[in-house]
């Protein structure tokens, strides 16, 4: 479902630290005033800062949105339910080897289906979050020592490591193709990301890495609609296949597709909800986006895990 694009979503959000958070390089440095595991950086802004990599991110909400659906479903491939989530240890996805690109995403689970596999493109991106006020990031050098639990006695140490202990990164989430649950699923990782259920980076059994999630804004567009200009407002479908729906519509990607083509990709149909938000051009007259600012963000996520619960059949 790589070849079309019928639907994309944005999400603009800001991380704020709350408690001391540290990503590690992976380098160690020959510098010896340094300390011996450093928070990862880059050049932003013309200057030297710390920053949050799009790939720990993305690996965090993987692995917390696994969890989810492992709890609800399966990832056992040998029985007639649908597969909620891969088990990575055992499933080396060669039975996809040879599938054309419809039946390597309906066999997929849901969440390789977001977030791709080695034959399926991931239809969900992250950038990296860099700091929203470089003077605000706040850096620290902490001790410790690893404990051995037999004798008790020091394992690993002393060894000391840079925390970032205050500082809002700002990042942006992306998806296309996707269908309404998939968009709920998302939420709810970033609820309890915002919770602190879990958290990024280095020792986080020991309370580090717990940040607060804040969006800045949401924005659910399609790129092949246009507005009917007609007294009774729709939302037109251009191209081979003409559709069209109230301009408050929140549409899944299936919407988008014959029923066929949308029952070979194993899309849920129908796949719709109404909301608040009314549809509006985008930019340079073609396309219909909806738009939700700030904390009105819940909202779109409030109603797709509506329908991720439809999906689980409560």
């Known amino acids: 479902m790589h070849r079309k694009l019928v639907n994309y979503c944005m999400i603009d959000l800001?991380?704020?630290i709350e408690t001391p958070l540290l990503i590690k390089s992976g380098k160690t440095s020959a510098d010896p005033t340094k300390p011996d595991m450093e928070f990862v950086e880059t050049y932003y802004?013309?200057?030297r800062t710390v920053y949050l990599p799009g790939s720990s991110l993305k690996g965090a909400i993987r692995a917390h949105a696994e969890r989810i659906v492992r709890t609800v479903g399966r990832d056992n491939r040998n029985d007639n339910h649908q597969l909620?989530?891969?088990?990575p240890t055992r499933d080396k996805f060669d039975y996809l080897k040879n599938k054309d690109g419809f039946d390597a995403y309906k066999l997929s689970s849901f969440t390789d289906r977001l977030f791709g596999h080695p034959y399926l493109a991931s239809h969900f991106r992250i950038e990296d979050a860099y700091p929203i006020d470089l003077g605000s990031i706040t850096l620290e050098e902490r001790s410790g020592v690893a404990i051995d639990r037999v004798s008790g006695a020091v394992a690993v140490g002393p060894f000391n490591y840079q925390v970032c202990t205050s500082g809002e990164f700002r990042t942006r989430i992306h998806l296309k193709?996707?269908?309404l649950a998939q968009l709920g699923l998302l939420g709810l990782v970033l609820r309890d990301?915002?919770?602190?259920w879990f958290a990024l980076g280095f020792a986080k059994s020991r309370g580090l890495g717990m940040v607060s999630v804040h969006y800045n804004k949401a924005t659910v567009q399609y790129p092949a609609c246009v507005l009917d200009e007609s007294e009774e407002k729709k939302i037109?479908?251009?191209g081979k296949y003409q559709k069209e729906w109230d301009t408050t519509m929140l549409l899944g990607a299936g919407e988008f597709l014959e029923q066929e083509e949308a029952s070979r990709y194993g899309f849920p149909l129908p796949d719709r909800t109404e909301t608040p938000v009314t549809g509006r051009l985008m930019e340079l007259g073609f396309g219909v986006e909806l738009s939700w600012e700030q904390d009105t963000a819940t909202d779109l996520f409030m109603r797709c895990v509506k329908c991720w619960r439809q999906m689980l059949g409560t």
């Open 236 to 238: 037109l479908m251009k």
């Open 14 to 16: 800001t991380l704020k």
């Open 45 to 47: 802004q013309g200057r």
């Open 177 to 179: 193709n996707f269908y």
């Open 84 to 87: 909620w989530a891969s088990n």
């Open 193 to 196: 990301l915002d919770e602190g």
